[in-house]
C-alpha cells in the first residue's frame, strides 16, 4: 500500500513538472526575443554614440582602430607586437585614429610611449589616443585563487564593457589573449574584429596535464593527487574549452604567433579560413653590431635569461639548474660564472615573485654568482647580451620566445626549452648547421651548459654565426609585410 502511494506521488510530481515544460520554454523564448531586443536597441545607441563623437578628415568620417591590451606598460614580448603593429598601421593608414585600452592607470600616456622608446626603440609617428580602464583588477589571476581562467575570462568582459562604454571603435584587435571581449565588440559593438594570438587561454596540453594527473604550475598537487578532483578539473576545462572556442570564433581575423599556437587555435577555435601565423618582431637589427666574437670585460661567462617575471617562465629551474652547474664546476678548473636574471615586473605579485627567487638564490648559496636586473633599459639589455655568452630559457611550450630570437640575434648561445614555439619555429638547423640547444630538466639544463662551456671558441662562433643567420626571418619588416596583410580585410 505504502509503495502504491509512493508511486502515485511520484507520478504526480513528474506530471507537474512535465506541465511546466512548454510554459517554460515560451517563457524562455520570450525572454530570449526580449534580450535580443534590447541588445539590438544598446547596439543602436552605441552606433549613434559612435557617430556623434566622430571625427573627420577631408569630408569623411576617420576610422577608429582600437587595440585591447591591458598591460600596455608591462614591456615584454607581447607589447613589442603592440607598439610594431601601430607602427605599421599609423605608416598604411595615416588618415585613422588609433585607441589603445589599457588599465595603466599609474602612467599618463607620454609615459607608455616614452617606456615603449626606452625599451623596445620603437618611436610611433602619429598621436595615440589612451583610454585607461579602471577595473583591471578584474582580470588578475590573484583575483582568482581557484577558477582562475573562468575568472579572469569573465572579467575580461565586464573589462571590455568598461572599454566599450568610453569608446566605440570601428575595428577592435585584442592583442592580448582575452577572446572573450570579442562577441562583446562585435555583436554589441558592431566592430570589425581581430585577434593577435599570443598563447591560447586553454590548450590541449593543460587538458593532458589534468588528465594524466601531473603536477604544474597550473595544476596544483592536491588536485593531481586525488582522482576525483582530476575528473572534475577535466570536466570543467573541456568546458572551457568549448566555451573559449565559441568566443574565438568570432573573430574576423585570426593571427597566432608561431606553428605551437595555430595548432592549438585551429583545434579550439575551428576558423582556419582566417587564420595566419604572423611571428612576432624581433629587433634583430638592433642586436647585428654586437661582435660575435668573444669580448668579455671580466674572465669567465655570463649568462644571461630575458623574459618577464611571470610563473609560467620558470626561472626557478634556471636558478637550480646553474647552482648544479656550479657544484660540478667546484671541481673543475673552470672560469668564473654569473647568471643575470633580465624581465619586467607587471605588479605586486611579479616583485614578490623576484623575491621568492632571491631567497631560493641564497637557499643554493649561488647569491653572488646571480643577479636580477629589473625594467633595464634597452642600451643596458644590449650591453648584457653583447657580454654573454650562453641565453637561458626554460618556459614550457612558451607560445614562441621573442627574448630567444633576441639572445641568437645578438650572438649569444641559446639554451631554451624542448617544447613549444623554440623547438618548433626558432632553434631548428639552418644550412644543416645547429643554431642552438635544447633541454627540459634540471639536470639537462646543467649538463648542456657545461657541454657549451666546453666547446671550442671556433666551435662557439661558427653556431652563433649561423643562429645569427636563421633569425632573419622574425625582424620588423617580416611582421610589417605579414601584419598589414593579415588585417587588410579589417581596415578595407
Not at 585614429?97 to 595603466?104: C, F, K, Q, S
Not at 631560493?360 to 643577479?371: H, T
Amino acid at each position: 500500500m505504502a509503495a502504491d502511494t509512493g508511486s502515485c506521488r511520484l507520478y504526480a510530481l513528474l506530471r507537474f513538472f512535465y506541465s511546466l515544460l512548454f510554459p517554460g520554454l515560451i517563457l524562455c523564448g520570450v525572454l530570449c526575443v526580449y534580450l535580443v531586443i534590447v541588445l539590438w536597441l544598446f547596439r543602436r545607441h552605441l552606433q549613434r554614440k559612435k557617430k556623434s563623437v566622430s571625427t573627420s578628415r577631408n569630408g569623411k568620417d576617420q576610422m577608429v582602430v582600437a587595440f585591447f591590451h591591458p598591460y600596455c606598460n608591462a614591456g615584454g614580448g607581447g607589447e613589442r607586437v603592440l607598439w610594431c603593429a601601430l607602427k605599421a598601421l599609423q605608416k598604411k593608414y595615416p588618415e585613422a585614429v588609433y585607441v589603445v585600452y589599457t588599465g595603466d592607470i599609474n602612467v599618463s600616456g607620454q609615459q607608455i610611449l616614452e617606456g615603449a622608446f626606452r625599451r623596445f626603440n620603437i618611436k610611433l609617428v602619429h598621436p595615440v589616443e589612451f583610454v585607461f580602464l579602471r577595473k583591471r583588477y578584474l582580470v588578475e589571476d590573484s583575483q582568482y585563487p581557484h577558477f582562475t581562467l573562468l575568472g579572469q575570462s569573465l572579467g575580461s568582459i565586464l573589462l571590455g564593457w568598461e572599454a566599450l562604454m568610453q569608446r566605440v571603435p570601428d575595428v577592435y584587435i585584442d592583442s592580448m589573449g582575452y577572446a572573450f571581449t570579442l562577441p562583446l565588440f562585435k555583436y554589441i559593438g558592431g566592430c570589425r574584429v581581430g585577434s593577435y594570438v599570443h598563447y591560447p587561454t586553454i590548450s590541449t596540453d593543460m587538458l593532458s596535464v589534468v588528465k594524466n594527473q601531473n603536477t604544474g604550475f597550473n595544476n596544483a598537487a592536491f588536485i593531481s593527487r586525488n582522482a576525483f578532483l582530476s575528473k572534475a578539473k577535466l570536466l570543467y576545462y573541456c568546458l572551457f574549452a568549448f566555451i573559449y572556442g565559441l568566443v574565438g570564433s568570432c573573430s574576423d581575423v585570426v593571427m597566432v604567433n608561431s606553428s605551437w599556437t595555430l595548432n592549438h587555435i585551429l583545434s579550439l577555435w575551428k576558423v582556419g579560413h582566417c587564420t595566419n601565423i604572423v611571428y612576432p618582431p624581433c629587433d634583430v637589427q638592433t642586436f647585428l653590431d654586437i661582435p660575435l666574437h668573444e669580448k668579455r670585460v671580466t674572465p669567465g661567462h655570463l649568462l644571461v635569461s630575458i623574459g618577464q617575471f611571470r610563473p609560467e617562465k620558470n626561472h626557478a629551474l634556471q636558478i637550480k639548474a646553474f647552482a648544479k652547474l656550479l657544484s660540478e664546476k667546484a671541481a673543475e678548473s673552470r672560469p668564473s660564472l654569473k647568471l643575470a636574471l633580465i624581465g619586467g615586473c607587471r605588479n605586486k605579485e611579479d616583485e614578490l615573485r623576484v623575491n621568492q627567487l632571491k631567497k631560493l638564490s641564497e637557499n643554493l648559496g649561488v647569491q653572488e654568482n646571480v643577479e636580477f636586473k629589473i625594467n633595464i633599459s634597452f642600451d643596458e639589455l644590449k650591453n648584457y647580451l653583447s657580454e654573454a655568452t650562453i641565453g637561458l630559457h626554460t618556459m614550457w611550450n612558451e607560445h614562441f620566445g621573442i627574448g630567444v630570437v633576441e639572445c641568437m640575434a645578438a650572438g649569444t648561445i641559446i639554451l631554451a626549452h624542448n617544447s613549444g614555439g623554440p623547438k618548433l619555429d626558432i632553434v631548428i638547423p639552418h644550412d644543416g648547421q645547429i643554431t642552438g640547444f635544447l633541454a627540459e630538466s634540471e639536470e639537462g639544463y646543467a649538463e648542456t651548459m657545461a657541454h657549451i662551456l666546453s666547446l671550442s671558441s671556433e666551435k662557439r662562433l661558427q653556431i652563433r654565426k649561423t643562429a645569427r643567420a636563421s633569425v632573419s626571418r622574425f625582424s620588423d619588416q617580416e611582421f610589417e609585410v605579414s601584419f598589414l596583410s593579415s588585417v587588410e580585410k579589417l581596415l578595407t
